[in-house]
């Protein structure tokens, strides 16, 4: 988090929670993509949906939260993301700020449009298929 | 528009669109309400929940672009409101970039908590109710 | 001015002013360049270095403040604008938010690397010319 | 680093680094105060001025990057910070980003107005001191 992601309010503006799962989506397609088989992924897909319900207030702290983010369908052309902004409290409770799904499109950037989803990529987002609905 | 909405794509981030229905809202809370008689609601609105479809990328130009924005649905505890982020081309069509629908609850401030929709809020969200589902 | 640019603290963020800065600059190269002599400026320039005084708080409201701008010295390599950030009050009193100056660099973006100001840019700067320091 | 903190030229925004230099300064004031003698210092600082000089462009990457912060100067009424933005390369090399320094006053919150550095927090600030000038 960052002291700025706070508003007049006193807590985390409710937009700067997309921005926290762009971080978390990129980190997971960019960095911890396991066999860079997706590599084409990373650098490009296209937000085409997002969906939001917002649990709680965010306040600042150094603290980091914990975005959990897994993959709950692929189609041919998109994917779905599903996400949940939580944090454990000291007694070992789980609260949830956000719950989130957002629909990515694969994107040949080259080309400038939207492009299908490749086998190979289909067996990597399959490592994190969890068909829950958001 | 800033011209810093754009990422590293080269057109505005997804996530900004979001700031774009925050200054719609706003707008239409804060300075448009017609006879000050909702100025509780300006003055505390959370967001419960957002949903956003993108159409189309948007690239920075100074003119700006246009959020239509209306009451979709006034509850008890919550009202939606509808939006639409679009342009006219110069052969007069209709451009459509988002479609987007954002459910706000009142709250009390000084109470830190939900509210209910009070009967003169209500009236004046009804001068922009269109109930069409977004 | 968005509503987000204001901080927990109420105001809007120091960080934020030099976005607004920006968006004069934008402005000033990008659309009112008169005669369009100055092209490549729009398309390419760099930030070298920004100094900034805070002199007042600002709180959003709908209506835009001013940002005044003029270029305060021409280089061989590098150009300044000076800016105000400024607003009127009722009795036609003159508030001052801020003053800085940006140094700014032209760039070749093809080349990558930084280039000099050409005769054709130094007469276009030399309009909105006035050197007096910041 | 958030990816979203680059432009459309690929690289962070100059604005953004003051975002960089504003998280250096809440970690350092409310977070790794050693003592927590200058607790109204972290609760309230309010920036007068910025100075920053951009020495090469930043790509994000998930690895963050080094934000050296030190006390250069204290007044009666405020005091400087020096900052480096910083990173090694493999080989040991320092590389430098951007270097800045910012005027902070403190500030009584509850009278809404500046206030002088107390006995406490100049000593606090004495342990960070190293007056080089930036």
Chains 1, 2, 3, 4 share one sequence.
Not at 55 to 80: C, D, H, M, Y
Request: net charge negative; glycine share 4%; no cysteine.
């Amino acid at each position: 988090m960052r002291w700025s992601d706070m508003d007049a309010y006193g807590h985390v503006n409710n937009v700067v929670y997309l921005t926290y799962l762009e971080e978390a989506r990129v980190d997971m397609l960019f960095v911890h993509e396991p066999t860079h088989r997706a590599g084409r992924l990373a650098s490009g897909v296209v937000v085409a949906r997002h969906e939001i319900d917002y649990k709680r207030p965010i306040v600042f702290r150094p603290e980091p939260l914990r975005i959990e983010t897994w993959v709950s369908r692929i189609g041919n052309a998109s994917f779905t993301l599903g996400h949940e902004v939580v944090d454990d409290t000291p007694d070992g409770k789980r609260l949830l700020y956000a719950r989130a799904a957002s629909v990515l499109v694969p994107y040949d950037t080259a080309e400038d449009r939207p492009r299908r989803v490749t086998q190979e990529e289909r067996a990597v987002l399959e490592q994190f298929l969890d068909p829950v609905p958001v």
